[in-house]
Nanobody, 126 residues
Framework: QLQLVESGGGLVQPGGSLRLSCAGS????????IGWFRQAPGKEREGISC????????YYAGSVKGRFTISRDNAKNTVYLQMNSLKPEDAADYYC???????????????????WGQGTQVTVSS
């Protein structure tokens, strides 16, 4: 069974940091482009970052560029999203997704991804 499981969400104060994890089971994440999305209540799901398969190129939406970093650990079959300088507007449910093939110029498009995790909640509040 192919599965993605996110973890690492929680409550953090503005300016704080969190690291989200996306663990794969039943398939090898290194072969897939992996994206991170988020969805706040009443808003559309937003693609915020991806890491390509092959050369591990990384891409970011403008809203998180310079604050978030995506990375892989192939030995652990896991992709991470390091989130620094968190703002209240970063609060959302965060999802990872796997896509193959993944066109990097369309990484924010949900239709590019075949597999999705169930999400982890991030709350940014003092």
């Amino acid at each position: 069974q192919l599965q993605l499981v996110e973890s690492g969400g929680g409550l953090v104060q503005p300016g704080g940091s969190l690291r989200l994890s996306c663990a794969g089971s039943g398939f090898t994440l290194a072969y897939y482009g992996i994206g991170w999305f988020r969805q706040a209540p009443g808003k559309e799901r937003e693609g915020i970052s991806c890491i390509s398969n092959g050369d591990d190129s990384t891409y970011y939406a403008g809203s998180v560029k310079g604050r978030f970093t995506i990375s892989r650990d192939n030995a652990k079959n896991t992709v991470y999203l390091q989130m620094n300088s968190l703002k209240p507007e970063d609060a959302a449910d965060y999802y990872c997704a796997a896509g193959l093939p993944l066109r990097s110029n369309l990484f924010t498009t949900t239709q590019q991804y075949q597999y999705w995790g169930q999400g982890t909640q991030v709350t940014v509040s003092s």
